[in-house]
């Protein structure tokens, strides 16, 4: 390696730097690196702010009882954040007394969801059993089809229709 004094400056004559090539392979792989790297970090963002909830009546079936029929849904939480029931519909009336197991009084309906209703974490199942007093107002009778919808605090209604035998 020579040396050269120009204007009290050193200079290297015989140098040499990266190959163009190698440094365009070199640009080429931390751009990938930090493209991958963003991307990751991006879907861990949005994942946070993307959770749904969507319960799916999988069954429903009605059974006669002494004065009326029980109607129980299995329902099972398949998004990906919690759903809360909050209310439930027969014929797109609301069921008015929460909380009771017992047969209601003759024409009335009852549910055992309670006044707060019930929370379904992602992919837990649960049940909601209804209750359909015959007689009274009620103009319900076995061959007859009702149509139970369940709301959810999110504001989606999930609907199905069971025939009572």
Known sequence: ?????????????????????????????VAIT????VSYWMSGISAQ???F????IQTGYATAISGGWNITLSIKNSGSGAATITHVFVN????????SKALPAAGTTTTDLPAAGTTLDA??????YVVIAS?????????TTVNIKL???????????????
């Open 1 to 29: 390696m020579v040396k050269e004094v120009k204007n009290g400056m050193t200079f290297m004559r015989e140098r040499k730097a990266i190959s163009p090539v190698i440094a365009t392979v070199i640009l080429v792989a």
């Open 53 to 56: 909830e969507k319960v799916e």
């Open 135 to 143: 007689g009274g107002t009620s103009t319900l009778s076995s061959g």
């Open 123 to 128: 992919g837990e199942p649960g049940s909601v």
């Open 92 to 99: 797109d009336v609301p069921i008015g007394a929460y909380g």
């Open 49 to 51: 702010y993307t959770q």
């Open 151 to 165: 709301h959810s605090a999110g504001g989606m209604d999930y609907i199905k229709l069971i025939r009572l035998p």
């Open 34 to 37: 930090v493209a991958v790297g």
